[in-house]
């Protein structure tokens, strides 16, 4: 993650295309920087509402649900399941 230029390059790639596979190594450096998990959730929440990718809908009620949420954030990360389910 002390890369900036490699994850500037990858956020520009999830934000302006919709790029999978970058979006698949932002999840992965998150994932090893495990307190940084939810700085994930931003590029989830893109790639679900603005290119309706299926694992990103898990992504974020995965996310969501690892926090101490109260009960509307419980509500939106179950929106999202029922997404990732259709």
């Not at 520009?12 to 994930?40: H, L, M, W």
């Amino acid at each position: 993650m002390n890369n900036l230029v490699l994850m500037d390059s990858l956020s520009k790639r999830v934000i302006e295309y919709g790029d999978t596979k970058a979006y698949f190594e932002i999840q992965s450096i998150y994932n090893i920087a495990e307190q940084k998990r939810t700085s994930a959730l931003y590029y989830a929440l893109i790639m679900a509402n603005k290119y309706n990718y299926n694992q990103a809908y898990y992504d974020v009620y995965e996310i969501l649900n690892s926090t101490k949420a109260d009960n509307k954030t419980k509500e939106m990360a179950n929106e999202y399941l029922k997404k990732y389910k259709e």
